[in-house]
DNA sequence: CGGACATTTGACAAGCTTCAAGAGAAGTGG
DNA sequence: CCACTTCTCTTGAAGCTTGTCAAATGTCCG
């Protein structure tokens, strides 16, 4: 009771200069005054529950967010409420950018795990631009990569079956995590494991697959041994394998801006 | 002959001033000193035959680009040759965006008719933000609208049945041209139709599903009285019941910043 | 007329969804 | 502490949507 409903394990610290992402050498690193700007232009932080709502999917206007720790997705939905999971957002992701400027097509954010964020003033983004024009074009890299990211996951469920499609999203996953340090090597350093708080409806959603057909997929790949799944923790077991099924190539890591 | 490989009839004029997109309304006004900018900035204007290659899907760099005429699409394919459209690009579209920032995953671009083009030097984009930061703001809106516009299709392509996914595509694309004042009103002004230069090939790698089941699914749709292609035209014969089908919503239309 | 290409159609197979129901884990309240 | 609910995962069976194979028709163009 008393670790319930209480912030977060990892909640955005008052100074940026301690962000533990910066420390991760995941992200472009910046001037001292920089991230003075960055923390200036940051208007609060705040955390959102499991299952919670970040960016309701027909409100305009709302905020900007980093995610600083845990797990969220945007979505969209149909009226009939069939829904698409369109990506899956981590630490260091910008978010709320197309609120500002779709033509109404809305998206919706919803928190996967408890989720500490930093929150950036909407109408402060032209500000921004015009006084650190460095920082808007990292804004626009930031637009351009999670387009990309995007544009990957429709040729997945454009073009993939549903083996390659869980074995895309499992090398998908497994990499991003990686990359931001969150992997959790085995004792042996064999080995290694992410947190995996995503249920197969989740997969399901994301891949545009039934539930069932998702279950039975995913069962069909553990069989094989490429994978594992287990006390909210995922495992891969043969990436090589996966990597062949999804025909999933890895891209030459570069860093990424952080707003 | 003579009439082939020439410069199609709507080639980028010398001048931003005379460019005819701007003339339509559909794009936000800029002031004359901008516009001497943005022309200043331009490197050159080009051309692509129908069928040929803009950008290609292995190389890196490249240039942007903004369509002035014609239409084209941006693809991704898999190793064995499936191949994706991740949209269509329509005049006003500025494109290679991501080639400047994304992991490498690249995308390919092709012309589907002669297309027109204005290119824009791929170094130049941050001096365009530091020294104009309300282009760059404007950037960064259609970096963000694309993304919109991809995110939509994700949707469809992950959710929607074959039905929905064609009667979508045909919304879609309609309202898109006719935005752009490409719509050609009948003579009793009762109806219109668009220029239709894709085939279903091309709108079967759209909506991911394979060239038969597409033809079967037009065929559906035009026996209903949805619509019509002839000629190299689609003519849309009861919106409402395409509309109420692919549960598509128009959205207010804001103009749009025009690079 | 011959060749290349897009469209059309039918028959059959396969992949995926839906329906139904059970098992296990975790939280809730008496 | 245990019954009860709820949620997730799991599995089988049946049916429908979609893909694959094959071939005919039509069209454009040299």
Chains 1, 2 share one sequence.
Request: proline share 5%; charged share 25%; with cysteine.
């Amino acid at each position: 009771m008393a670790t319930k409903n209480t912030t977060p394990a990892s909640s955005c610290p008052p100074h940026c200069r301690d962000c533990r992402l910066r420390q991760t050498g995941a992200f472009t690193p910046v001037e001292p005054a920089t991230l003075q700007f960055i923390e200036k232009f940051r208007s609060d932080t705040t955390a959102v529950a499991a299952g919670g709502t970040i960016i309701h999917e027909q409100q305009p206007g709302g905020k900007l967010f980093t995610i600083y720790a845990g797990w969220a997705f945007r979505y969209k939905s149909l009226s009939d409420g069939r829904r698409q999971i369109l990506n899956f957002l981590l630490p260091g992701d910008l978010v709320g950018l197309q609120q500002e400027f779709s033509d109404g097509a809305m998206h919706g954010i919803e928190a996967v795990t408890d989720v500490s964020l930093c929150v950036f003033p909407r109408d402060g983004l032209w500000a921004l631009f015009r006084e650190h024009p460095a920082l808007g074009y990292d804004v626009t890299w930031l637009s351009a990569r999670a387009e990309g990211v995007v544009d990957d996951h429709l040729l997945t469920t454009g073009q993939r079956n549903a083996t390659e499609r869980v074995a895309m999203l499992l090398m998908h996953l497994y990499r991003r995590l990686e990359r931001l340090g969150l992997e959790q090597r085995d004792a042996d350093g064999k080995g290694g494991s992410i947190d995996w708080p995503i249920n197969q409806q989740h997969i399901a959603d994301t891949l545009g697959l039934s539930l069932v057909h998702t279950n039975k997929t995913l069962r069909r790949l553990r069989h094989l041994g490429l994978h594992e799944i287990r006390d909210g923790r995922l495992r891969l077991l043969n990436t090589r394998a996966l990597e062949r099924i999804a025909d999933y190539y890895d891209m030459p890591r570069r860093k990424v801006p952080l707003l």
